[in-house]
């Protein structure tokens, strides 16, 4: 392990470029990856199969497993097939409350601050899912049933009609996984994984449909190829390894805080995880703590990878002020704010994928059940863009209509506009309205 106390005030220019520009690694594999995605879109079955092999090591007969999925829900255990019909039902529950509704609204009509003079212009938005969705779960040595729920339940609460999932092979098909997957309401399963299988959902083969749009996390290969179909079909965004930043204060429990370092760094040898404090002591003690908790935890290995990682470390602050600066430049996929007034910082945090608030908080709870998603923005996404949710499965359509004096009361402004833009026809269309007295 390779963690100790650094002052934010005495980082190095490298040191900080190490920290903020966490790399996930796309562009060393990139050549190699449009190569599959290539020979996936023109070969099909085929190519999808063949690299199964070289690098799953499976013989994959058919990619088709949704039936598989519906036996799988009555071989698992109960308690876990507990556990995954309670994280569904309270992901499902939060996600139900992010649904937009169609709204139309009269502009300038009577009682309008416009006066009826102005005549009506009716506007409206409304809503409607994509047909086809795609959402990967990484998947080979491990099974990952949150991240099925995550991707499929917000897909299906949308209305989506066909959500498909794609998780890697292997010589048994993990039954919690695809047990996760009938629960969640997938309409597909297919047993591929890797940039195989971001190519196969974009351009579809032989036996998958292909879809409008493709979500969920994944290694590299797998990012890499989604950055290689984007503009073809549409994507989430380009996630990285798994990150925390956790803000404590004087009065954090330092044993709390390494425990959420450990978990977060179990992830990936490549995650990064920060603490950051203005408290020396509480800096010195999350340290210790984590050197004498990490020998209980089965990856520890891993752990001590992403530990020694350059983007990782416990950092001082002089105040909480310097603290939040810091946390607002990193931009979190998960912000931790373990202090005595946290509401207080969340008010003056603008980039963060998901936060976790107070010590009975831990990042686990939204990674698993809490109901909020756990697939969000990486490497400072979070400045641009915010998590998976019920939003990113939909679209939106603007609709208007305006009655003849509400084009009236518009005319002058609309065809004085377009003529500036040496736009005649345009400023014509408004015209010939009123020309041939049309109503």
């Not at 023109?42 to 063949?50: F, M, P």
């Not at 425990?259 to 992830?267: G, P, R, S, W």
Request: aromatic content about 4%; charged content about 30%.
């Amino acid at each position: 392990m390779d963690l100790e106390v650094r002052a934010i005030s005495e980082l190095s220019p490298d040191e900080r470029a190490a920290i903020f520009e966490r790399d996930a690694g796309v562009t060393e594999v990139r050549s190699d990856v449009e190569e599959i995605v290539e020979r996936v879109r023109t070969e099909g079955d085929v190519a999808v199969r063949e690299f199964c092999r070289e690098f799953d090591d499976v013989e994959v007969g058919n990619l088709d497993v949704t039936d598989a999925a519906e036996r799988a829900y009555d071989e698992i255990d109960d308690d876990v097939r507990e556990a995954i019909e309670t994280a569904a039902a309270n992901v499902r529950e939060f996600h139900e409350r992010q649904m937009p509704e169609d709204w139309r609204a009269s502009f300038g009509a009577e009682g309008d601050a416009k006066g009826s003079e102005a005549g009506v212009r009716e506007l409206g938005r409304r809503f409607r899912p994509l047909e086809r969705v795609g959402v990967y779960a990484p998947g080979g040595t491990a099974a990952y049933p949150s991240s099925v729920i995550m991707g499929v339940v917000p897909a299906t609460v949308a209305g989506v009609d066909h959500v498909a999932l794609a998780t890697p092979p292997a010589e048994e098909l993990n039954p919690v996984t695809l047990a996760a997957a009938d629960v969640a309401g997938a309409d597909r399963i297919y047993s591929v994984g890797g940039a195989q299988a971001i190519s196969a959902l974009a351009y579809g083969t032989e036996s998958v449909t292909s879809v409008q749009k493709i979500v969920g996390p994944g290694n590299k290969w797998v990012t890499a190829a989604k950055a290689t179909v984007r503009g073809d079909v549409d994507i989430d965004f380009l996630a990285g390894p798994s990150e925390i930043l956790v803000l404590a204060d004087e009065t954090a429990d330092p044993g709390l805080v390494a425990a959420d370092l450990l978990a977060q760094a179990e992830h990936d040898p490549a995650a990064s995880v920060v603490a950051v404090t203005d408290s020396e002591s509480v800096a010195t003690d999350i340290v210790s703590e984590v050197s004498a908790r990490i020998e209980d935890r089965e990856r520890a290995d891993v752990i001590r990878e992403a530990l020694a990682n350059d983007a990782s470390g416990v950092l001082h602050a002089r105040s909480m002020s310097e603290a939040v600066l810091f946390a607002e430049e990193y931009a979190a996929e998960h912000l931790s704010i373990q202090a005595e007034d946290d509401e207080a910082l969340l008010d003056r945090i603008t980039n963060a994928g998901s936060v976790f608030l107070g010590p009975s908080t831990p990042v686990a709870a939204g990674d698993y059940a809490s109901g909020t998603n756990h697939v969000l923005p990486t490497s400072g996404g979070a400045k641009r863009e915010g998590g998976l949710s019920v939003d990113t499965f939909l679209r939106s359509t603007t609709v208007q209509r305006l009655d003849r004096s509400g084009l009236e009361s518009l005319s002058e402004t609309i065809t004085t506009l377009a003529e500036a833009e040496g736009l005649e026809a345009h400023a014509e269309s408004v015209r010939a309205r009123f020309d041939t007295g049309s109503e």
